[in-house]
């Protein structure tokens, strides 16, 4: 078997219908290929393959893991991708293709996953996983709340988001400390018009200072007394809706021709 290692962050799911109701989460029929990240011991890898209505392959950085699913899953042959999948080029391994993600993400660096799914937007229709239920929540939240951020805005203005279930830590090997949550999100038909780079720029820039109003927090923009006039920059950034935020994008990116 295979041994969860903790500087890897695992912490293996045992509990089979909630990895059966993991696999059930991509629902598009837009693409044909499934990439898994962090198979581990293949208990979601099983019920994907099950499906037999897309192309599986699996992303692992750990040789146990990789050595284990070459035994259990023989039919993925060459489909197992080995490494970090923070540092895959996704475009190089999928060429001209659109793909579903899924997986039960390893808690430490879940949210630069999530950052890597919105650099890959054009080719990733569909994303699910499980999450730390707090990463979840975030990634889900309303404005005017208190986990409310960046992440929140960044991935609600390029995709619905939906929370679907709450997974209790003692189905896990070993149990983490909390719990986790299983979330959904499907790619917005319309796109939002801007560059993605700057409007990254802008909704950090806004919450590193989340306690000042815009006209504060986004004083490096050096942005023009007519814009700053704007009621909007008296808000405080969680005070804005993911839309409230692409519209002031787009506003500042106008200001700075």
Same mark, same amino acid.
């Given at each position: 078997?295979?041994?969860?290692?903790?500087?890897?962050?695992?912490?293996?799911?045992?509990?089979?219908?909630?990895?059966?109701?993991?696999?059930?989460?991509?629902?598009?029929?837009?693409?044909?290929?499934?990439?898994?990240?962090?198979?581990?011991?293949?208990?979601?890898?099983?019920?994907?393959?099950?499906?037999?209505?897309?192309?599986?392959?699996?992303?692992?950085?750990?040789?146990?893991?990789?050595?284990?699913?070459?035994?259990?899953?023989?039919?993925? /042959?060459?489909?197992? @991708?080995?490494? *970090? =999948?923070? $540092?895959?080029?996704? +475009?190089?391994? %999928?060429?001209?293709?659109?793909?579903?993600?899924?997986?039960?993400?390893?808690?430490?660096?879940?949210?630069?996953?999530?950052?890597?799914?919105?650099?890959?937007?054009?080719?990733?229709?569909?994303?699910?996983?499980?999450?730390?239920?707090?990463?979840?929540?975030?990634?889900?939240?309303?404005?005017?709340?208190?986990?409310?951020?960046?992440?929140?805005?960044?991935?609600?203005?390029?995709?619905?988001?939906?929370?679907?279930?709450?997974?209790?830590?003692?189905?896990?090997?070993?149990?983490?400390?909390?719990?986790?949550?299983?979330?959904?999100?499907?790619?917005?038909? /319309?796109?939002?018009? @801007?560059?993605? *780079? =700057?409007? $990254?720029?802008?909704? +950090?820039?806004? %919450?590193?200072?989340?306690?000042?109003?815009?006209?504060?927090?986004?004083?490096?923009?050096?942005?023009?007394?007519?814009?700053?006039?704007?009621?909007?920059?008296?808000?405080?950034?969680?005070?804005?809706?993911?839309?409230?935020?692409?519209?002031?994008?787009?506003?500042?990116?106008?200001?700075?021709?």
């Amino acid at each position: 078997m295979v041994t969860p290692k903790k500087h890897l962050g695992q912490h293996f799911l045992t509990d089979l219908n909630i990895a059966k109701k993991i696999a059930g989460t991509l629902q598009d029929d837009s693409y044909k290929k499934i990439l898994e990240i962090g198979p581990g011991t293949g208990v979601l890898t099983r019920f994907l393959l099950d499906r037999g209505d897309k192309e599986i392959f699996v992303n692992e950085i750990d040789k146990e893991s990789i050595e284990y699913l070459k035994k259990k899953f023989p039919q993925l /042959k060459d489909r197992i @991708i080995e490494g *970090d =999948f923070l $540092k895959l080029d996704l +475009k190089k391994l %999928f060429p001209g293709e659109e793909i579903g993600i899924t997986g039960n993400f390893p808690y430490n660096i879940s949210t630069q996953i999530v950052f890597k799914i919105l650099e890959n937007k054009e080719m990733i229709p569909e994303f699910s996983g499980m999450f730390q239920k707090e990463v979840s929540e975030r990634i889900a939240a309303q404005h005017g709340s208190k986990t409310y951020g960046i992440l929140s805005v960044l991935t609600q203005n390029y995709y619905d988001v939906d929370y679907l279930f709450t997974v209790n830590e003692k189905v896990f090997n070993p149990p983490p400390k909390v719990k986790s949550g299983v979330i959904r999100l499907k790619r917005k038909q /319309k796109p939002p018009g @801007i560059d993605y *780079d =700057f409007f $990254k720029k802008v909704v +950090k820039t806004a %919450f590193n200072q989340r306690r000042k109003t815009l006209r504060n927090s986004l004083k490096s923009f050096n942005l023009s007394d007519n814009l700053k006039q704007d009621s909007i920059f008296a808000k405080r950034p969680e005070q804005l809706s993911p839309q409230d935020f692409l519209e002031l994008a787009k506003k500042i990116k106008h200001d700075l021709r």
